[in-house]
């Protein structure tokens, strides 16, 4: 495996909590922070594959149909957009 750095800075309290798992999971936060980063990896890329795999041959106008059968209603209380 062949590794490579990069200068990572992290708000303090981030840093902080990840010392305190690291240490809890008996790693150095080096390896604890790669970990955690290829966690996110697989999360992202597995949503991505999933929303992907569920769209299939889906393209954006084949949703039009919903949008013109959709109500023309206002949101329901406490949902309205942020002004």
Known sequence: MTKAS???TLPASVKTAA???AREDGVSLNQWIAVAVAE???AVET??????QRAGD????DL????EEAKDEP?????????
């Open 6 to 8: 990069y200068p990572l």
């Open 19 to 21: 010392q305190r798992l």
């Open 40 to 42: 996110k990896i697989g």
């Open 47 to 52: 949503s991505a594959l999933f929303l992907r």
């Open 58 to 61: 889906a393209k954006p106008a």
């Open 64 to 67: 039009l149909r919903f949008l």
């Open 75 to 83: 949101p329901p209380p406490g949902d309205e957009p942020a002004r």
